[in-house]
Every structure is written in C-alpha cells, then in structure tokens.
C-alpha cells in the first residue's frame, strides 16, 4: 500500500520531466532563428532599391519579385530599411517587401551617414537625365546632345540581329529579369514584346520622354520588334562604340584632373566599371584623356583604363555607319531609307507623333511592319473607304498608318481609294 501511494507522485514528476524537455526542444530552432541575419523578400513584381531613404532619390537598380535583399541598416521612420544588392548598397521601402527574422538589431542609419556614403559613390545605373539627355533635366549641352540617324541592322558572330545608329552615344541595356516593351511611354500601354535580361546584349536609343508621374521612359530600337519604351530605372545605360572608342576603369577611386598627371581641377572620382569614351593620349604614354557620358574630360593613368569589349558595338564592323547621312542632313529625322522630303505635288504624310507604327492592314490589329520617328515623310499610294488608314510605301514595302498621327501634304483628291474587304 505504500508503494502504491507513491507511483502518482512519480508519474507526476515523469510527466514534469519530459514536459520541460518538449519545451526546451520546441524552443531550440526558435532560438537559433533570433541570430539569423534579416531581410526583405521582395513580394512586388518589381521594385526600386534607391540611393537614399525615400522616393526622392535616384534609383540604384530595379530588383523583380521574390529576391532576398539582406537588412543592414534603417531609418528613424522604420520605414525605409538599407539592404545589401550585388550593385552595393540601397534603400527600400518595408511596405512592399516581406520581412524576415529579427529587426531588434539592425542599427539605425542617420542623414548624415546617408550623405557621407553617396559623397564616396559612383552612380552605377543612370538614367538619361543623368547622362544629359533630357528627359525633364533640362536641355542638354552641345557635346552631349545626340544626332541619330536611321537605325541600321548588323548580324553578330552569334547569329543575332542588333541594330545600331549613325551618330548614337548610348544604348541600353536590361538590368531586370524582365521588362514589357510598349507602344507608349506610360505604364498599362500595350506591349509589343518581352525583354529579357542578357548582360551581353544591348539596343539603341532612339528617344526619351516622361509620363504624368514623373516617371523617365526610354524608346528602344528592337530588332524585328520595332519602337518599344520601357522604364528608364529598368535599363542600364552605357556608352556607344559608334561615338568613340569606349575604355572601363578599373579599380576605385581614380582621379580625374584636368591635365596628364596632375591639375587642380575639381573632377570626378572614379569607380570600377564607369565608361568613358578614349580621346587622347599622352606624350609619355602614361596618361589618357576621356570623356565621360554627362561630357566631363578628363585625365587619368593609363593603367587606370581597359578598353570594353562585348557588347554589340564592340564586336560589329561600324565603317559602314561613316558615310550615312545623319538626320541633321537630311532634315527629317531619318525614317528608314524612305524619302525625306517631298514638293506638294506628291501626296505624302509627316508623322506627327514621338513614333508611329507602319501596320500590315488598315487597323491596330494587323502586325507592324516598321517604326517611324516623328518628323519622318512617307509618301501615300492609297486611302482606306474609312478615310481614317492611309496606305504609305517605304522601304518595308507598302503598310498602312493611322491618319490622326500625321499631317497630310498635297493634294488628297489624287490618292486613290483602296477597297480592303476582300
């Protein structure tokens, strides 16, 4: 009877026992997560990492959905959270984003911190109103303003189409997973293609423009595609070989001044990867003179500079481009290799639009045969019955364009109606 009494006691102190252990074993990897350094996971299709706390600084690169950003700072607001990127370092917004692990740690970032470490930077990913194209930034200086002629097509030892133009300065390049191409500079317009990032590949610039929103869009020549704008955030911008040869520093902070070895000059400091183009050497060979995409020269060492290879300019032959005529010569603004300019005895439209889409068929449905820039005339051999299509010849062939995006010059009466209904 004794030992009896004595077996609910050790029952209770065995269940006291093992409950303790479950606990201890349930707490374990709860207590290792606490040591697991944060981050933000990305839960928006796209987003901006910026240079600073806050949408009024400039975007350092656009990441997609589902990249893991690691926490290593934050502002007072806890709202804007510095992150690590394969580009340096950035600011996001927690709103748009999933947080994982602990935040007790992360130290708080001041303005000053913020000031001091964008002082010590080298923008990376430009915008074209960085580089002095406009775009809202005011208007650019002579040697930084762009003549661009009519875009030519190469074939590169890869077998891919890539096309270039007289005169260009940049290109852009994809620095998304993914970006849609549109008919328009606004988000939501139709899309006319995918683009999809490849390191190696890059397309000419033909135009640049901002929506309501304050949002700078760049106009993309696409081979076989035609005219598509995308975000400007969403494309890295390098220089053209068509402008110059183009060097790449490498290593960091290299000095630019404003004579071979020495000057005074308050200059740019320079970090690894920036472009230039190459416009002199030196005497002794020790020097470079280069000019920087926003039309900065300066000098800096000779074994401070590689020259760039891989991208389309680089690998193509560009002494076919030397002897085409730029728009400024011809008065149009290109247009494909269709006349430019005709008398009023010769009917004909002027596109009065950024670009204008040539269609197979009198309606938005039918595929595009080209893309014209504004300003380019293409003569008209024929009007649909709705008076709205008119039927134009180029060097596509004949297509037919929406007559509210031009202005028709000479005499209508002499166009002949074309019937398409069968």
Do not use: C
Not at 84 to 90: A, K, L, P, R, W
Not at 242 to 271: E, F, H, K, T, Y
């Amino acid at each position: 009877m004794k030992i009896r009494s004595k077996m609910p006691f050790i029952i209770l102190l065995l269940a006291i026992f093992f409950g303790t252990m479950s606990v201890a074993v349930a707490d374990s990897p709860h207590q290792q997560a606490q040591f697991v350094s944060p981050s933000l996971i990305v839960n928006t299709s796209f987003l901006n990492v910026r240079t600073g706390p806050g949408v009024q600084y400039s975007v350092l690169l656009t990441v997609v959905g589902g990249t893991e950003l690691p926490v290593i700072g934050r502002a007072k607001d806890n709202v804007w959270f510095q992150v690590s990127t394969v580009i340096g370092v950035g600011w996001v917004n927690i709103q748009f984003t999933a947080p994982r692990g602990s935040f007790t740690n992360v130290p708080v970032v001041t303005l000053e911190q913020v000031i001091a470490a964008a002082a010590q930077s080298t923008p990376t990913t430009l915008g074209l109103a960085d580089l002095g194209q406009g775009g809202g930034g005011g208007a650019p200086t002579t040697s930084d303003t762009p003549v661009v002629g009519s875009p030519m097509r190469f074939t590169l030892p890869s077998g891919r189409v890539a096309s270039v133009s007289p005169g260009e300065r940049y290109r852009g390049m994809v620095n998304v997973e993914a970006v849609n191409a549109r008919t328009q500079p606004m988000d939501g317009a139709p899309a006319i293609t995918t683009l999809f990032r490849d390191d190696t590949f890059d397309y000419t610039i033909v135009g640049s423009s901002n929506d309501k929103n304050g949002v700078n869009w760049v106009a993309l020549d696409i081979p076989d595609i035609g005219i598509g704008w995308v975000e400007g955030p969403k494309l890295f911008i390098r220089l053209s070989r068509v402008s110059g040869q183009v060097v790449s520093i490498r290593g960091n902070a290299i000095a630019m001044r404003d004579l071979p070895g020495g000057g005074s000059a308050q200059l740019p400091v320079l970090n690894e990867g920036r472009e230039g183009f190459l416009r002199d050497i030196s005497k002794d060979s020790q020097f470079v003179k280069i000019e920087l995409g926003d039309g900065t020269v300066g000098w800096v060492p000779f074994a401070a500079v590689v020259g760039r290879t891989g991208t389309p300019t680089d690998e193509i032959d560009l002494t076919s481009l030397q002897n085409v005529p730029s728009p400024s010569d011809l008065g149009q603004g290109g247009g494909g290799g269709a006349p430019v300019s005709f008398g009023l005895a010769v009917p004909h439209i002027v596109i009065n639009t950024g670009f204008l889409n040539v269609r197979s068929g009198p309606g938005s449905q039918f595929g595009i045969l080209a893309t014209y820039p504004g300003g380019s005339e293409l003569p008209v051999i024929g009007i649909a019955k709705d008076g709205v299509w008119y039927l134009v010849e180029g060097t596509f062939g004949q297509g037919w364009v929406n007559s509210e995006f031009t202005v028709f010059r000479g005499s209508i009466k002499s166009v002949p109606i074309i019937n398409t209904s069968g």
